[in-house]
């Protein structure tokens, strides 16, 4: 019995820590993580017309051109040769791209984690032309971007982690 | 010799031809101009990105073909790259770094800037000549209590100080124009003259919009507002006359 009380010892700790979790009903406010499948994330098309702006997003200026981001969802291409009546003539749809950079007839953006390049000599009308992966981590695929938080941890098999939600979380299992 | 000047002039007029379509362009500018909420930057040969962490270098003298060059960790929570002349300031939300871009494949960290005012924010930042310009925002998940418009002396880059400070409610991105600076805040486009850079004197405060970061650019301002862009003609950078809205 005596070799015994060392060994109960640390499960009454535990207990201890198991009733405090339970007193508050294991529910705190907490990250989860939004999933999507690698292959809808790198889907990227082009439109011609002028769609409504949803979210907007970062903007650049080259040029009679004006390029604006609606966030998470793609690049609006407006033309800015009239100043006083600019007009939307296309829109790169690039799922989770937040970013804009023109260098000469050349546009780089982010395409969630990849660095992507677009031909935009005729700007109407972009190509695709290149794409270096999981060179720009957009979102941190291990932890919430909020230091010392709860987080539900992130399971792979799910898909990429393209956001974090904030929520009340039963027990979750991470914290950083 | 008559072939090999048939193939000179062979060569030269392709180059020409190469002119010629280069010209045919819709628009001639090298690079442009992004916000000053900007993650990714472009310098001459060379494109910047910051994530979260750190600062990318890609060669682009093949602008299809980015190369990385070299990576350099900076710190915690980046969010903003502004380049002037040889340097990049990155923002984050604890401090401004400084870094030389004389070897643009090899940035070199020469200084950061901190606030006495404010210890923790979200802090994107302007420069301009020897002054450097930064909102301070505090509210959210930034930290802090009170927002500010920073100004500092960056003469000696490596020792940059902090002159002035001006309350603002809560700022985002910033840009100026010529002695002008412009300050997007929940309070609507701070116009402020700048003439004397530390001792801003605040203008007018317009609001067509929720301001989110601007881009003075050819004598217009490019405003990001929540649902799309403003311009305003800023011929007269003392006073913004809005051109259009486009949502």
């Known amino acids: 019995?005596?070799?015994?009380?060392?060994?109960?010892?640390?499960?009454?700790?535990?207990?201890?820590?198991?009733?405090?979790?339970?007193?508050?009903?294991?529910?705190?406010?907490?990250?989860?993580?939004?999933?999507?499948?690698?292959?809808?994330?790198?889907?990227?098309?082009?439109?011609?017309?002028?769609?409504?702006?949803?979210?907007?997003?970062?903007?650049?200026?080259?040029?009679?051109?004006?390029?604006?981001?609606?966030?998470?969802?793609?690049?609006?291409?407006?033309?800015?040769?009239?100043?006083?009546?600019?007009?939307?003539?296309?829109?790169?749809?690039?799922?989770?791209?937040?970013?804009?950079?023109?260098?000469?007839?050349?546009?780089?953006?982010?395409?969630?984690?990849?660095?992507?390049?677009?031909d935009i000599s005729d700007?109407?009308?972009?190509?695709?032309?290149?794409?270096?992966?999981?060179?720009?981590?957009?979102?941190?695929?291990?932890?919430?971007?909020?230091?010392?938080?709860?987080?539900?941890?992130?399971?792979?098999?799910?898909?990429?982690?393209?956001?974090?939600?904030?929520?009340?979380?039963?027990?979750p299992k991470c914290r950083r | 010799m008559k072939k090999i000047i048939f193939v000179l002039i062979l060569i030269s007029i392709s180059f020409l031809q190469c002119t010629k379509d280069a010209a045919s362009l819709k628009y001639s500018a090298p690079?442009?101009?992004?916000?000053?909420?900007?993650?990714?930057?472009?310098?001459?040969?060379?494109?910047?990105?910051?994530?979260?962490?750190?600062?990318?270098?890609?060669?682009?003298?093949?602008?299809?073909?980015?190369?990385?060059?070299?990576?350099?960790?900076?710190?915690?929570?980046?969010?903003?790259?502004?380049?002037?002349?040889?340097?990049?300031?990155?923002?984050?939300?604890?401090?401004?770094?400084?870094?030389?871009?004389?070897?643009?494949a090899n940035p070199q960290k020469l200084s950061q800037a901190i606030s006495p005012d404010v210890l923790r924010r979200c802090d994107p930042v302007v420069a301009k000549d020897t002054v450097a310009f930064a909102t301070l925002r505090t509210n959210g998940p930034c930290g802090g209590i009170q927002s500010i418009l920073a100004v500092y002396d960056i003469k000696d880059i490596t020792k940059p100080v902090q002159k002035a400070s001006y309350p603002v409610s809560q700022p985002y991105g910033l840009g100026y124009q010529d002695n002008v600076l412009y300050v997007c805040d929940t309070s609507g486009l701070m116009i402020f003259d700048i003439t004397k850079a530390y001792q801003p004197v605040l203008l007018k405060t317009i609001k067509d919009g929720d301001y989110v970061d601007?881009?003075?650019?050819?004598?217009t301002l490019i405003c990001w507002i929540n649902g799309g862009v403003l311009m305003y003609d800023i011929t007269n950078n003392k006073s913004p006359i809005l051109l259009a809205k486009i949502l």
């Not at chain 2, 093949?62 to 990155?90: C, S």
């Not at chain 2, 601007?214 to 004598?219: C, D, H, L, N, T």
Request: some cysteine; overall charge positive; charged content about 20%.
């Open chain 1, 1 to 118: 019995m005596r070799k015994l009380f060392p060994l109960l010892f640390p499960l009454i700790l535990l207990s201890c820590t198991q009733d405090r979790v339970s007193s508050l009903s294991g529910q705190v406010e907490g990250y989860s993580p939004v999933y999507a499948s690698a292959a809808d994330v790198n889907v990227i098309t082009f439109e011609t017309t002028a769609r409504q702006t949803e979210k907007a997003g970062k903007i650049y200026a080259i040029g009679n051109y004006i390029f604006q981001n609606d966030v998470n969802k793609g690049i609006h291409i407006i033309n800015n040769t009239n100043r006083s009546h600019p007009e939307k003539i296309g829109f790169i749809k690039m799922p989770f791209s937040n970013e804009i950079a023109v260098k000469g007839t050349y546009l780089y953006s982010n395409n969630l984690n990849d660095l992507v390049v677009f």
């Open chain 1, 123 to 171: 700007v109407a009308k972009p190509k695709l032309v290149k794409r270096i992966q999981n060179v720009f981590p957009a979102v941190d695929q291990k932890y919430p971007p909020i230091p010392n938080a709860s987080f539900e941890c992130p399971d792979p098999s799910k898909g990429i982690v393209v956001n974090w939600e904030k929520r009340l979380l039963t027990e």
């Open chain 2, 31 to 104: 690079t442009g101009q992004g916000g000053s909420l900007a993650r990714f930057a472009i310098v001459g040969n060379y494109l910047y990105t910051v994530d979260a962490q750190k600062l990318s270098i890609y060669d682009v003298v093949n602008p299809a073909e980015p190369l990385l060059k070299n990576t350099v960790n900076i710190g915690f929570e980046i969010e903003t790259i502004f380049p002037f002349k040889d340097k990049l300031f990155i923002g984050s939300t604890s401090v401004v770094h400084i870094f030389s871009i004389s070897d643009p």
């Open chain 2, 214 to 219: 601007v881009i003075p650019y050819q004598g």
